[in-house]
């Protein structure tokens, strides 16, 4: 059971072959316009295609010889594992391919590939809540799901950004495993393997796996899931009467599309195109009395309206669960519909050629921050969409034309970000940049010759069912919707794996055909060699019956005319034999030919009894002219003998007239005898070829049915031992990324205590030079201290010597003035003599002036002390504070080199 042709089969696939002449003109003259001759390579790349379509031709022809077909006979049986050894080569070689080129041409993550990273990284960590406001994801719940995927990776295999890209190089090679799963599935071991070489060695799918794009994953999710749905549709077709395991499949396929819907939102197309094609399929049922006795399974299987359904039921309530999940995990309510609003208001936007634009991202946060809600904004951008179409409708639709231009025709998305993202890092040589601008070139030579094989394939679908038709749908449904969302160049990634499926279904119905035709004319060649066959053993039968029949002839009469008259008399028995019409005598009912009941079952229809009947008379025509012409060879006589023979017949033909007469009637019934003797053989022979034919067929069948459940049983067992082996290889490769963060932890202490260690030492430094300059400072003020006691003992001292100069002059003008009244003071008052005073007041002026000299030397000296000390102090001081300042300066450069120590082991790791 499969989808059968219809209206809109036939629909999509007259849309599609439009579209891929589309995109052919429009690449083709894209691509020459920047060559220096656009003609001339225009012509050159359409005689090329033709020219290598025509050695594929030639390809297939030579290898569907007879001669050939007949001595790979014997290999049928070798062929599964030698096509398995194939199959596990060419993916090998595909993921050598791309782990080279992450390896040869590495850039760093920039734009929506660093956010998967970094949002992956706080989910491993737990902190998403914490050190992100997760509004883009809120807005964009679809950009969650890779980086949860990339999350639980990096949880096993490390933080690498490395492990992101050998990720996807791994994730593409299961797309291409199942691309070719899909090819073998829908028309045999030639388009599998044709499907797993295109897809494997796309240029652009390799130069874009150094970019950590979400791109990969969602094609294994999607492809997956056309890989169920083929093998559902090829298995349960109504012939069996299970049930649970094919309502199971169906909603499989609905939840693995809900999932790679959580990625990118485009698998709707695919659900959309799917559900269409199964709403149309529906097999009329066959039963005696009432529909009870058939089996539940078969009732399911017939109708396509219960299996789209049940597609849905799988896809609605997994997307429930995956919305729920995301609004949980940042805690806001996400876009319900996968912002569908923003995305046809950017679509629609004719001023950006339904790219991104700045303005319009500006406007979604607005309105976001003006609602609080993600559905409320994209409500109001898918406003700003509908009003912008009802303003310039003509201009949308000019854009629309655009748009099929801008995404669909080229294929250098992969080349293009290259070089701007290793321009923008600076790490584009001239030499790099030559070698990208030949990939692109390349690539999109290649992308064009598969557009083309795609058409051819969609070209045999017109006269065949295939259920492949459903990919010709879906990419009719991914041009419209493209046509309206947002667009870059490699949102086309996913769809160029359905272009290598179309064109391995175009390759393999293409071998198909001649294989056909080689196995017609090896038919046709053993039909005529056993016709040749038969043909000799009756002639050699009918000449040995005749010989025997003159060597009896002959012993019994030794006469030769009496030889001669029983040879006439034996032709006119065959002439009058001869004269017999079977054909007219059957229908006039003369003749009543009988068959057996088993006969009759077996030959029902009249015309069929009819073809039978005349083939067998033709049979018996055919020995009566052989006889005839053996009897002729041996009646050739000389004409005298004959005329003499002739007198005699008529002599005798008087008298022999009643005998003749009896003598017919008996040859007559005796021919119907034979004739019904040949027509009984006949039919055994029929009944045993029949019989041999169906045992054959049969056994043939039986083969088959062994041979599927060898492959079936020898594909699980390589699909068992593959996955023992991919465990083992997942359980080494833990092992050993353990033991490197082992030793990486290991590492990492070591520095730190390293770093925590001349952190304490500088922190010990730091306290000693602060305890040292706080000692300073309180000698400083200690020193302060005792030169401002001294110089406020000094100045007592110089208020003291004031004093004393003043009492003294105020003493010697009191002398001066009256010395009469002096001395009789003194004389009354002291009661001394006058020589005495006069001694005293002389040692006092002397002791005065002493005293003065004594006082102003000490002061002048104190004063140069004191100030040759604050000098010295000061320079100590500004000594110390030179030594800290360059202390803190080796210490402001140990911790540089040791940041650059962490962020070069970062790096290393």
């Known amino acids: 059971m499969g989808f059968r042709r219809n209206w809109f089969i036939y629909l999509s696939q007259i849309l599609y072959m439009a579209a891929s002449i589309l995109i052919l003109i429009f690449g083709v003259t894209q691509f020459s316009a920047q060559k220096s001759y656009p003609y001339l390579t225009q012509v050159i790349l359409m005689v090329g295609f033709c020219g290598i379509f025509l050695l594929i031709n030639l390809f297939f022809y030579l290898i569907t010889r007879p001669f050939l077909v007949k001595l790979f006979q014997p290999l049928k049986k070798t062929s599964f594992w030698v096509e398995a050894i194939f199959v596990l080569l060419i993916l090998g070689v595909g993921l050598a391919l791309r782990i080279y080129y992450i390896r040869t041409y590495p850039v760093a993550m920039e734009s929506d590939y660093k956010f998967y990273y970094d949002v992956a990284n706080l989910i491993k960590d737990g902190t998403l809540l914490t050190k992100s406001n997760n509004e883009y994801i809120a807005l964009f719940p679809h950009t969650y799901g890779y980086s949860y995927v990339l999350s639980v990776v990096m949880s096993i295999f490390g933080t690498a950004p490395e492990v992101c890209l050998y990720f996807n190089a791994v994730m593409g090679m299961v797309a291409v495993l ?6 073998k599935c829908l028309v045999g071991s030639v388009a599998g393997i044709s499907a797993l070489l295109i897809t494997c060695f796309w240029p652009s799918q390799i130069i874009f796996s150094n970019i950590n794009g979400a791109e990969t994953t969602f094609t294994v999710l999607l492809y997956g899931a056309a890989l169920l749905m083929v093998f559902v549709m090829k298995k349960y077709n109504g012939n069996n009467s299970r049930v649970v395991l094919p309502m199971l499949f169906h909603v499989i396929i609905g939840v693995l599309l809900a999932l790679a819907s959580a990625i990118r939102p ?10 269409l094609c199964l709403f149309l399929l529906n097999y009329k049922l066959k039963y005696k009395n009432n529909i009870n006795e058939l089996s539940l399974g078969k009732i399911f299987l017939s109708k396509g309206i219960l299996r789209a359904i049940l597609v849905l039921v799988g896809y609605l309530i997994c997307t429930q669960f995956i919305t729920a999940g995301v609004s949980t995990a940042i805690q806001k309510n996400v876009a319900g519909n996968g912002a569908i609003g923003y995305s046809l208001m ?13 303005e319009s991202m500006n406007f979604l946060y607005d309105t976001y921050d003006d609602t609080k809600s993600a559905d409320e904004a994209n409500k109001l951008c898918l406003d700003k969409a509908i009003a912008s179409v009802k303003e310039n409708p003509i201009g949308t639709l000019e854009l629309f034309a655009k748009k099929i231009y801008l995404i669909w025709a080229n294929d250098d998305y992969a080349t293009t970000t290259n070089i701007v993202t290793m321009k923008n890092q600076g790490l584009l040589t001239p030499e790099r940049e030559a070698f990208l601008h030949n990939l692109a070139d390349f690539n999109n030579i290649y992308y064009f010759f598969i557009v083309l094989l795609a058409a051819i394939g969609v070209g045999y679908l017109f006269v065949k069912d295939n259920n492949a038709q459903v990919f010709a749908v879906f990419f009719i449904g991914a041009v419209i919707m493209h046509m309206l969302v ?7 990634y996913y769809l160029l794996q359905n272009f290598a499926i179309l064109a391995a279904v175009g390759l393999g119905l293409l071998f198909q055909r001649y294989l056909q035709i080689s196995k017609y004319k090896l038919s046709i060649k053993t039909n005529n060699y056993l016709r ?8 050699f039968e009918t000449a040995a019956t005749t010989e025997t029949a003159t060597e009896s002839m002959i012993d019994e009469k030794g006469n030769r005319n009496d030889i001669k008259d029983e040879y006439n008399e034996s032709k006119k028995q065959s002439l009058n034999m001869h004269t017999i019409n079977v054909l007219d005598a059957i229908k006039a009912g003369h003749i009543i030919v009988t068959a057996t009941n088993a006969y009759e079952d077996e030959h029902k229809d009249k015309d069929s009894n009819r073809v039978i009947c005349e083939e067998h008379i033709t049979a018996t025509h055919e020995v009566v002219d052989k006889y005839e012409s053996v009897n002729h060879l041996l009646n050739s006589e000389p004409q005298d003998e004959i005329e003499m023979r002739n007198e005699l017949e008529m002599q005798k033909e008087l008298g022999i007239q009643k005998e003749l007469g009896v003598q017919n009637e008996l040859d007559v019934q005796k021919q119907l005898e034979l004739l019904n003797q040949l027509h009984i053989q006949n039919e055994l022979e029929l009944k045993n070829e029949l019989e041999l034919k169906n045992e054959l067929e049969l ?12 492959q079936i049983e020898l594909e699980l067992q390589n699909e068992l031992e593959l996955q023992n082996e991919l465990k083992l290889q997942s359980e080494q490769e833990l092992q050993n990324k353990l033991e490197l963060q082992n030793e990486l932890e290991l590492q990492n202490e070591l520095e730190l205590q390293n770093e925590l260690e001349l952190q304490n030492e500088l922190e010990l430094q730091n306290e000693l030079e602060l305890q040292k300059e706080l000692e300073l400072q309180s000698k400083l ?35 001066t003035e009256v010395p009469v009244k002096t001395i009789d003071i003194d004389q009354v008052v002291n009661k001394r003599p006058e020589h005495v005073t006069k001694i005293h007041t002389k040692g006092t002026n002397n002791n005065t002036n002493k005293f003065s000299k004594t006082v102003k030397k000490g002061a002048n000296t104190s004063k140069t002390r004191k100030t040759e000390n604050l000098a010295s102090k000061r320079k100590s001081v500004n000594g110390i504070r030179s030594n800290i300042a360059s202390r803190r300066q080796m210490q402001m450069i140990t911790k540089k080199n040791a940041d650059k120590f962490r962020l070069l082991f970062s790096k290393g790791q």
């Open 266 to 275: 485009m698998s709707l197309v695919f659900l959309i195109a799917l559900v």
């Open 346 to 358: 950017v679509g629609l936007n004719i001023d950006s050629d339904g790219g991104y634009s700045e």
């Open 532 to 539: 040749d066959n038969q043909e000799l053993a009756l002639n």
């Open 699 to 710: 056994k043939n069948e039986l083969e088959l049915k062994n041979e599927l459940e060898l």
């Open 781 to 815: 003020r200690l020193q302060k201290k005792l030169v401002l006691l001294k110089e406020l003992e000094y100045l007592k001292e110089l208020k003291l010597q004031k004093d004393l100069e003043l009492q003294n002059k105020s003493f010697v003008q009191s002398q």
């Open 178 to 183: 199942f691309c070719y799963g899909i090819g």
């Open 486 to 492: 947002e667009i870059q160049n490699r949102y086309h």
